[in-house]
């Protein structure tokens, strides 16, 4: 019998009739739409959020002067910047973006294999911006709690945004929930059962790889999230006291009793924990894709980087009470979670040897994307020893909740991640629209958000150790804190506007090029993996034409010693020349 | 925390024979290495009953954690929570003969089975609903034991995973009487059975923890 592949039998060499405009653009169920909804509705609410910190930059930067930031705005900026960077931005950008995108046109499918649940997902997914950004204009505003919500003080009068913010937000991430699990089955089960021909587990690119872990460290965790978010809205709005202590607000005795507010903690951080690695794991898939392509050189230990991958998301739920060290544990308790921290050390610095590997002696071709990888390399880096400090009990007692925790986790969770999705998407742009961008806009867009992010976070870290405390809406006078500290401040705030300025030139580029930009070749980069083997450049509806590819080789054989390109696509059958395990020439 | 581990576990002992593929050394071979040959929507509910294994695990270790801070009094789950055990396991009974039938091709069967079993877990689920009536009135459950307010919260949640399966069985029961072949509504049966088993167990666990806690 002839091979059918797996993902041809249900749509059959089916052709795809012209939709309507709306069919194609607004309900569609091509996954190819649905992730440039996601990418749009992502980085417009991380606009938003980008907005906000420049506010709190203006707030910690000049305080005393301006008038329109009381300190109730502060926190709501705060929490609300947080929550919409790491769930609605980064989460959402790269699974549901990338995700969407990447997935069946790497492993050669024609489209997820729940295309409906798919459309589903992203509106679930819009339903939950919509409910969230809803919070900016219901009275008392957005909750003002700090991202991680801690009870009691999220719901207790006092903190902004504790009637109907809070509750608002604890929807939204319902809601988030739904969307993410819907596209998270698909992404799954689109990996595990609509690979083409010859696409083995092991030949899969590393981006698959990374947002397949994810997705399933998504699938795990996101429930502890759900069980707070539920047991906090029970409490907040029936009185129930799964959370809440006996409490004496302003006053008045509340009628709870019992809760304990360390509860939450755990379930919160069993969630908060792996959604670190939810939204570092693709990042490093897809750079160890882009590190590959670009220095024309295969991957250093394949092998090693996708057990790596799995590794770390294994890890990564079990470390997650080294977030609480300072609520109060048996010692023996941090000993364990310190332990286990700092063994995720080991595959991760595996990885970066395995990145740096890759670079030396590589035919290095510094694109646009490429520089925004080996940018990632040095914020991963940075960021990624600091936390190697803050995993030790003891190191991480005094520096907990100063500045150096901020200068640490943006480093390693928020600009590099940040930093792989420009890359990703100056990447695979030509192939999204179509067009090339302009690359002397993109250079000067990497330029000044590598530089700034260095200029504003690096000095983060010395304000910690001399103990300047985040959160602070203000310092005011403070004895034990040098003069040079408020200097500081204003030119980290300086930086901020510079970089967020710079991210307006990204998106005039992006937006400019649809239409002016060059028209792209359908391989620019010359990549062996299948989405630069599409018949069509943007692909069609159905990806592939009226034939699946069929896969011969993995995704990095780039350079291959006799060989007539530097690179050999997955899909080509060869010359019939096999290669021995140390890339030597066989003898024929 | 143990399902994830378990979890991994499972996933690993699947994967560990591919995982050792050396791919950089066989180029030119297609080899029959595409997906999985399993039904997308059989993955897709596997994958799910995990997403779900994971939601309940979380709860019931809220639950446990919650029960050794203050202000916690027992109560005795209500007896009418046996007659819905019972109802329940009689439904999980029905889908099993209904997935049996299908594989003889005993259309009548199948079609009494999946109504038997359809009308089994509407009664569980109005069971369930007289429980809640039952707790109510004797504690407070604004502001009352936390027991009863997580009583309702997981019985609630179990409840809204039975109204999924029963929108799945709809469907399956929609397609059965507009005249659908039984080749058609094969795997349809075959995931409702599975499913049913899957909060069958789910409610044993949860009614076991709820009545020695």
């Not at chain 1, 440039?36 to 707030?59: K, N, P, T």
Request: aromatic content about 14%.
């Amino acid at each position: 019998m002839a091979y059918v592949a797996i993902a041809d039998r249900d749509h059959g060499a089916e052709h795809h009739e012209p939709l309507g405009f709306v069919r194609t653009y607004i309900w569609s169920q091509d996954h190819k739409v649905i992730a440039i909804q996601y990418g749009i509705v992502a980085i417009f609410v991380g606009l938003v959020a980008l907005v906000l910190s420049g506010l709190m930059r203006l707030q910690l930067g000049f305080p005393d002067t301006f008038s329109f930031i009381d300190p109730n705005d502060y926190y709501q900026f705060i929490t609300m910047h947080g929550m919409i960077m790491v769930i609605y931005l980064l989460t959402a950008l790269f699974l549901g973006g990338f995700g969407n995108y990447l997935i069946p046109l790497m492993v050669g499918a024609r489209d997820m294999v729940f295309p409906y649940m798919n459309m589903l997902s992203f509106w679930v997914y819009f339903l939950a911006v919509l409910v969230l950004l809803a919070s900016f204009f219901v009275p008392g505003g957005p909750t003002g709690a700090g991202w991680t919500l801690y009870p009691p003080q999220a719901v207790l009068p006092g903190t902004p945004g504790a009637g109907l913010g809070i509750i608002l937000m604890l929807v939204s991430l319902g809601i988030f929930i739904v969307a993410f699990t819907m596209g998270g089955l698909n992404y799954v089960t689109t990996i595990l059962q609509a690979r083409c021909r010859g696409m083995t587990l092991m030949r899969m690119p590393l981006s698959i790889w990374g947002i397949f872990t994810a997705t399933i460290l998504g699938l795990l965790a996101f429930p502890a999230l759900l069980v707070s978010a539920i047991m906090m809205t029970l409490d907040a709005t029936l009185g129930t006291s799964f959370f809440m202590p006996a409490v004496l607000s302003q006053g008045e005795t509340l009628g709870h009793q019992g809760g304990s507010p360390l509860l939450f903690q755990h379930l919160f951080w069993f969630f908060g924990h792996p959604e670190v690695y939810i939204v570092a794991l693709p990042a490093f898939g897809i750079v160890s894709d882009l590190l590959s392509t670009h220095a024309r050189k295969n991957i250093f230990g394949y092998r090693m980087m996708v057990w790596a991958i799995v590794a770390i998301g294994g890890l990564s739920f079990v470390v997650w009470a080294h977030h609480m060290y300072v609520s109060g544990m048996n010692p023996y308790f941090g000993f364990f979670f310190a332990t286990t921290t700092l063994i995720i050390a080991v595959p991760t610095a595996i990885k970066v040897y395995n990145w740096v590997l890759t670079l030396w002696r590589g035919d290095i071709h510094l694109n646009v994307p490429m520089m925004f990888a080996i940018g990632f390399i040095f914020t991963f880096v940075h960021g990624g020893l600091t936390g190697l400090f803050l995993g030790n009990v003891t190191v991480d007692v005094p520096l907990s909740d100063t500045y150096f925790v901020v200068g640490h986790f943006h480093m390693v969770m928020g600009v590099s991640p940040v930093l792989v999705l420009f890359g990703a998407i100056y990447h695979w742009y030509p192939k999204i629209s179509g067009r090339m961008w302009n690359e002397a806009l993109g250079k000067l867009h990497f330029w000044l958000t590598f530089l700034g992010t260095y200029a504003i976070y690096l000095p983060m870290h010395y304000l910690g150790i001399l103990g300047v405390p985040r959160r602070y809406y203000a310092l005011g006078t403070t004895d034990f804190l040098p003069e040079s500290v408020h200097a500081v401040n204003a030119s980290i705030s300086i930086a901020a506007f510079v970089v967020a300025a710079a991210q307006l030139l990204f998106l005039f580029n992006l937006i400019w090029s649809l239409r002016h930009g060059e028209r792209a070749s359908p391989n620019p980069w010359r990549a062996t993996t299948l989405e630069w083997q599409t018949p069509d450049t943007p692909p069609k509806h159905g990806n592939w034409g009226p034939e699946l590819p069929t896969v011969y080789r993995w995704a990095y054989d780039y350079s291959v010693p006799g060989a007539a390109a530097d690179f050999i696509p997955q899909n080509d059958p060869g010359d019939g020349r096999g290669r021995t395990g140390h890339g030597e020439v066989k003898a024929s | 925390m143990f399902t994830a581990l378990i979890a991994g576990v499972i996933v690993w002992l699947l994967v560990a024979s591919r995982l050792t593929a050396r791919s950089w050394e066989d180029p030119g071979e297609a080899g029959n290495g595409g997906g999985v040959a399993m039904a997308p929507a059989r993955i897709g509910l596997w994958v799910f009953m995990a997403v779900a294994t994971s939601l309940f695990s979380l709860f019931l270790s809220a639950y446990l954690m919650r029960m050794h801070h203050g202000f916690w009094c027992h109560v005795d789950p209500p007896r009418i929570l046996w007659l819905n055990t019972s109802l329940l396991v009689l439904a999980s009974v029905a889908f099993q003969r209904a997935r049996g039938a299908v594989d003889r091709g005993q259309k009548g069967q199948v079609r009494s089975s999946l109504a038997a079993g359809g009308v089994l877990t509407l009664a569980f689920l109005a069971g369930q609903f007289l429980a809640w009536r039952e707790l109510a009135p004797t504690m407070y459950f604004i502001q009352g034991s936390p027991a009863t307010a997580s009583f309702h919260l997981l019985t609630g949640v179990h409840g809204l995973h039975v109204l999924g399966g029963l929108w799945a069985w709809g469907r399956v029961v929609a397609r059965l009487g507009g005249g659908a072949e039984l080749i058609d509504v094969r795997l349809g049966v075959q995931l409702c059975t599975v499913y049913w088993h899957f909060l069958l167990v789910v409610w044993l666990v949860l009614f076991a923890t709820l009545s020695t806690t």
